[in-house]
């Protein structure tokens, strides 16, 4: 056995040129224990070289690569070195993507006595899959308040059944963000989750994209062309801004929702989808179901489970978490070294009203990394309309003033109404024209400020015809 | 007093994502209640592996690597998890039992040799 164990030749001499190498090395004998491992896979799993020696690879590294027990034995029995990506758990619970290099250890006689495990650190890779896109999945829903946790609860129960789900909530409470987890944790999860947004198409285009059509269904149509349902085939399709979806194409929806069936734009052979339908809206369908813009049937096929997020500023306690994990999210993303907020700016960031909720809050933070000089956020570092109050009370009266009118006598007073409701337009044309006006005119930017989509905002210009 | 381990063979779980069984026990005042029970899992998923430590009314989780956001949300969800223990399932409960199990503990039995 001293022969053919590396680690014992000498001991010092390897545990010195394996922490020389600015990567993970790990020395398995033939029973895929650890026999010495370096530095680097001290800081990774937590755990010192004397705990580590004679444990099992698998349950101190704690990685992904398959069965990492059948690989290495591969490598054991074949000599071949093996190299493989795969992820590891760290001590500060971080899953790190990991190149892990499997090669045979061989004794004088050529015999195989032992692995060599290299782990290199791939995460500056992954860096643009994981900020770029600016979301992060199922983990990016933080919440600790009641009304978050009963809907974290309820969570899990809708992604195991198979019904619609209709999410509600005000804009940039993350309606987008739990319709994706609600695909994730379902049993759908390794089909495909397509989203629609049924406000961003005109009803002509919206058809074809969502049903699809046949060669020469129209002028243009030169191929067949499967629509988003069929290509969303045993997963779950995300219809956001349900409340916009053209009438007529509401009749086909809850044919498709009936019958798992239908007909591609000028085709004459029956289509079946196996789709599950989560839809959100930011609009109160009752209303709308009220007023005759949106079918009573198709509303309570849709209303089989209902989510309503809450806004943030009915979540107590949640502002200080979510001001904390942008910042260090944007520290990350944006190579900057603030430590916290002062005083002063927290008792600001906790006192605004957030019309926008977390994706407004999320706009100031980085607005505030961007800005930020120092160590510390100070409330110069804040957006102007955050700092200075007076904007958004006289919002809030107005939004509560609409409110309040409708809910008293919609009908009796629509003099009334319609006068507050002009009065709310002004207001909000008012806040696009400064938000375009800051931003020289960037659309893109003038959203972030207001704390919309893009997709809201240019509604928002179609509708008062700013363009 | 109910425990949860992640499981994977004899051994806890390297992974809580990655775990496909589980074991339940009853503990009261240091001693293990009944036979524990296993459960298989239809496939290694956190999320479920989540639900069904909410459903179950566990009160600890024993589990080696484990993520932030899981991590996290047993913590709201008030449960005690003890993480990063390695070693023989059997070895972590007796010690969980006994109150005596910590966070990245490596159990005696994980060096004996099968």
Same mark, same amino acid.
């Given at each position: 056995?001293?022969?053919?164990?590396?680690? =014992?030749?000498?001991?010092?001499?390897?545990?010195?040129?394996?922490?020389?190498?600015?990567?993970?090395?790990?020395?398995?004998?033939?029973?895929?224990?650890?026999?010495?491992?370096?530095?680097?896979?001290?800081?990774?799993?937590?755990?010192?070289?004397?705990?580590? =020696?004679?444990? =099992?690879?698998?349950?101190?590294?704690?990685?992904?690569?398959?069965?990492?027990?059948?690989? &290495?034995?591969?490598?054991? /029995?074949?000599?071949?070195?093996? #190299?493989?990506?795969?992820?590891?758990?760290?001590?500060?619970?971080?899953?790190?993507?990991?190149?892990?290099? +499997?090669?045979? &250890?061989?004794? /004088?006689?050529?015999?195989?006595?032992?692995?060599?495990?290299?782990?290199?650190?791939?995460?500056?890779?992954?860096?643009?899959? /994981?900020?770029?896109?600016?979301?992060?999945?199922?983990?990016?829903?933080?919440?600790?308040?009641?009304?978050?946790?009963?809907?974290?609860?309820?969570?899990?129960?809708?992604?195991?059944?198979?019904?619609?789900?209709?999410?509600?909530?005000?804009?940039?409470?993350?309606?987008?963000?739990?319709?994706?987890?609600?695909?994730?944790?379902?049993?759908?999860?390794?089909?495909?989750?397509?989203?629609?947004?049924?406000?961003?198409?005109?009803?002509?285009?919206?058809?074809?994209?969502?049903?699809?059509?046949?060669?020469?269904?129209?002028?243009? $149509?030169?191929?067949?062309?499967?629509?988003?349902?069929?290509?969303?085939?045993?997963?779950?399709?995300?219809?956001?801004?349900?409340? /916009?979806?053209?009438?007529?194409?509401?009749?086909?929806?809850?044919?498709?929702?009936?019958?798992?069936?239908?007909?591609?734009?000028?085709?004459?052979?029956?289509?079946?989808?196996?789709?599950?339908?989560?839809?959100?809206?930011?609009?109160?369908?009752?209303?709308?179901?009220?007023?005759?813009?949106? @079918?009573?049937?198709?509303?309570?096929?849709?209303?089989?489970?209902?989510?309503?997020?809450?806004?943030?500023?009915?979540?107590?306690?949640?502002?200080?978490?979510?001001?904390?994990?942008?910042?260090?999210? &944007?520290?990350?993303?944006?190579?900057?070294?603030?430590?916290?907020?002062?005083?002063?700016?927290?008792? %600001?960031?906790?006192?605004?009203?957030?019309?926008?909720?977390?994706?407004?809050?999320?706009?100031?933070?980085?607005?505030?990394?961007?800005?930020?000089?120092?160590?510390?956020?100070?409330?110069?570092?804040?957006?102007?309309? +955050?700092?200075?109050?007076?904007?958004?009370?006289?919002?809030?009266?107005?939004?509560?003033?609409?409110?309040? #009118?409708?809910?008293?006598?919609?009908?009796?007073?629509?003099?009334? #109404? %319609?006068? +507050? #409701?002009?009065?709310?337009?002004? +207001?909000?044309?008012?806040?696009?024209?400064?938000?375009?006006?800051?931003?020289?005119?960037?659309?893109?930017?003038?959203?972030?400020?207001?704390?919309?989509? @893009? !997709?809201?905002?240019? @509604?928002?210009?179609?509708?008062?015809?700013?363009? | 007093?109910?425990?949860?381990?992640?499981?994977?063979?004899?051994?806890?779980?390297?992974?809580?994502?990655?775990?496909?069984?589980?074991?339940?026990?009853?503990?009261?005042?240091?001693?293990?209640?009944?036979?524990?029970?296993?459960?298989?899992?239809?496939?290694?998923? $956190?999320?479920?592996?989540?639900?069904?430590?909410?459903?179950?009314?566990?009160?600890?989780?024993?589990?080696?690597?484990?993520?932030?956001?899981?991590?996290?949300?047993?913590?709201?969800?008030?449960? @005690?998890?003890?993480?990063?223990?390695?070693?023989?399932?059997?070895?972590?409960?007796?010690?969980?039992?006994?109150? &005596?199990?910590?966070?990245? !503990?490596?159990?005696?039995?994980? =060096?004996?040799?099968?």
């Amino acid at each position: 056995m001293e022969s053919t164990d590396p680690a =014992r030749l000498d001991n010092i001499e390897i545990t010195e040129i394996l922490n020389g190498i600015p990567h993970g090395c790990v020395i398995l004998d033939k029973e895929l224990c650890i026999i010495e491992m370096n530095s680097s896979i001290v800081l990774l799993t937590g755990f010192t070289v004397a705990e580590a =020696r004679g444990v =099992r690879a698998d349950s101190i590294l704690r990685c992904n690569i398959g069965d990492s027990g059948k690989l &290495f034995r591969k490598v054991l /029995d074949t000599g071949e070195t093996l #190299s493989v990506e795969g992820n590891i758990i760290t001590q500060d619970h971080k899953k790190k993507p990991v190149h892990f290099t +499997v090669s045979p &250890f061989k004794n /004088d006689k050529g015999h195989t006595s032992g692995l060599f495990l290299f782990l290199e650190d791939i995460s500056i890779l992954h860096t643009f899959d /994981d900020d770029g896109s600016g979301r992060d999945g199922v983990k990016d829903i933080l919440g600790h308040s009641t009304k978050m946790l009963e809907m974290l609860e309820l969570m899990p129960v809708l992604a195991h059944t198979d019904a619609s789900v209709l999410i509600t909530g005000e804009t940039g409470t993350g309606k987008d963000l739990v319709a994706e987890a609600l695909h994730e944790t379902s049993k759908r999860s390794r089909h495909p989750f397509i989203k629609i947004n049924c406000g961003a198409l005109p009803e002509s285009l919206l058809e074809s994209e969502l049903f699809g059509h046949v060669r020469g269904a129209f002028t243009g $149509a030169v191929k067949d062309k499967p629509g988003l349902f069929r290509l969303a085939q045993n997963g779950t399709v995300f219809l956001t801004e349900i409340g /916009d979806l053209p009438l007529a194409l509401q009749v086909k929806l809850l044919s498709v929702l009936d019958d798992k069936e239908f007909f591609p734009v000028g085709g004459i052979k029956k289509e079946k989808v196996d789709v599950r339908i989560v839809a959100a809206t930011h609009r109160d369908l009752r209303k709308l179901v009220k007023r005759g813009q949106f @079918r009573e049937d198709l509303f309570y096929r849709l209303n089989v489970l209902r989510l309503h997020l809450p806004a943030l500023r009915e979540r107590d306690g949640d502002i200080r978490l979510l001001l904390d994990y942008f910042l260090r999210k &944007f520290n990350t993303g944006l190579n900057k070294s603030i430590q916290e907020y002062t005083g002063e700016a927290v008792e %600001v960031l906790t006192a605004y009203h957030y019309p926008g909720n977390v994706r407004e809050l999320r706009n100031i933070v980085e607005y505030a990394v961007h800005i930020c000089q120092g160590k510390r956020i100070k409330k110069e570092c804040l957006p102007e309309y +955050v700092v200075s109050p007076q904007v958004d009370v006289e919002v809030i009266e107005k939004q509560q003033t609409i409110q309040a #009118s409708v809910v008293e006598s919609p009908r009796d007073q629509p003099e009334h #109404s %319609v006068l +507050v #409701s002009k009065g709310w337009s002004d +207001v909000e044309q008012e806040m696009i024209i400064d938000a375009l006006k800051k931003t020289g005119g960037n659309r893109t930017k003038a959203a972030s400020i207001l704390g919309w989509g @893009r !997709t809201t905002l240019w @509604r928002k210009l179609n509708r008062y015809g700013l363009h | 007093m109910k425990i949860l381990i992640t499981i994977k063979k004899n051994s806890v779980a390297p992974r809580f994502d990655l775990a496909s069984e589980v074991l339940i026990a009853l503990c009261e005042g240091q001693q293990i209640l009944g036979k524990p029970r296993t459960i298989l899992m239809t496939r290694p998923s $956190a999320e479920d592996l989540c639900a069904l430590i909410i459903k179950e009314g566990v009160n600890t989780v024993i589990c080696n690597g484990i993520e932030e956001s899981h991590l996290q949300y047993l913590v709201w969800k008030k449960m @005690r998890v003890i993480d990063s223990v390695v070693g023989p399932y059997g070895e972590a409960l007796k010690a969980a039992a006994g109150g &005596f199990l910590q966070s990245g !503990t490596i159990l005696s039995g994980a =060096r004996e040799r099968k």
